[in-house]
């Protein structure tokens, strides 16, 4: 059952690496601005997403099948707690593929937080321009909610 753990979490590590290689071609992809590119990519990292579901949702089973067996283990234990009651032999290699795993994960995490800054500087340049097509008005006031009152003129006849 631990060796079973063991590769949960290295198909868990290897689903992340996946997903940070696919954040830094979507990076270099927003900065393109090559929308045909990251359609597929967004695609793609939905698949490994749903796969990491996956083997979460395998990973925690495989803790509750090992809590029934070991006296000392609860599911809701964090890794930490796991490794101080895993079995001798075990543990340099759950530690091992568990630092990985963390590792793999805060390197997602970055990625996703640099993707998020692009994305709102992208949609910040498209709403300035859109404003700027419409002659855009913000009034004095502000909105109920805090939000600026933009006013804009129409500029277009779209049933022409």
């Given at each position: 059952?631990?060796?079973?753990?063991?590769?949960?979490l290295?198909?868990l590590?290897?689903?992340?690496e996946?997903?940070?290689?696919?954040?830094k071609?979507?990076r270099?992809?927003?900065?393109?601005?090559?929308?045909?590119?990251?359609?597929?990519?967004?695609?793609?990292?939905?698949?490994?997403?749903?796969?990491?579901?996956?083997?979460?949702?395998?990973?925690?089973?495989?803790?509750?099948?090992?809590?029934?067996?070991?006296?000392?283990?609860?599911?809701?234990?964090?890794?930490?707690?796991v490794?101080?009651v895993?079995?001798?032999?075990?543990?340099?290699?759950?530690k091992?593929?568990h630092?990985?795993?963390?590792?793999?994960?805060?390197?997602?995490?970055?990625?996703?937080?640099?993707?998020?800054f692009l994305?709102?500087?992208?949609?910040?340049?498209?709403n300035?321009?859109?404003?700027?097509?419409?002659?855009?008005?913000?009034?004095?006031?502000?909105?109920?909610?805090g939000?600026?009152?933009?006013t804009?003129?129409?500029?277009?006849?779209?049933?022409?």
């Amino acid at each position: 059952m631990w060796r079973d753990m063991i590769g949960a979490l290295e198909s868990l590590a290897e689903a992340y690496e996946r997903l940070v290689a696919i954040g830094k071609a979507k990076r270099d992809t927003l900065v393109a601005i090559d929308m045909k590119r990251l359609e597929k990519l967004l695609d793609a990292e939905q698949t490994v997403l749903d796969e990491i579901q996956q083997l979460e949702n395998g990973r925690q089973k495989i803790l509750k099948s090992l809590s029934e067996k070991e006296p000392k283990l609860r599911p809701e234990m964090t890794m930490q707690e796991v490794l101080a009651v895993s079995p001798g032999e075990i543990r340099p290699q759950l530690k091992g593929i568990h630092k990985k795993l963390d590792d793999v994960v805060a390197q997602a995490k970055t990625v996703s937080g640099d993707n998020a800054f692009l994305i709102q500087g992208a949609l910040s340049a498209v709403n300035y321009h859109l404003n700027r097509l419409s002659n855009a008005e913000v009034e004095q006031g502000y909105g109920q909610r805090g939000q600026e009152i933009v006013t804009r003129q129409k500029k277009f006849d779209f049933q022409a």
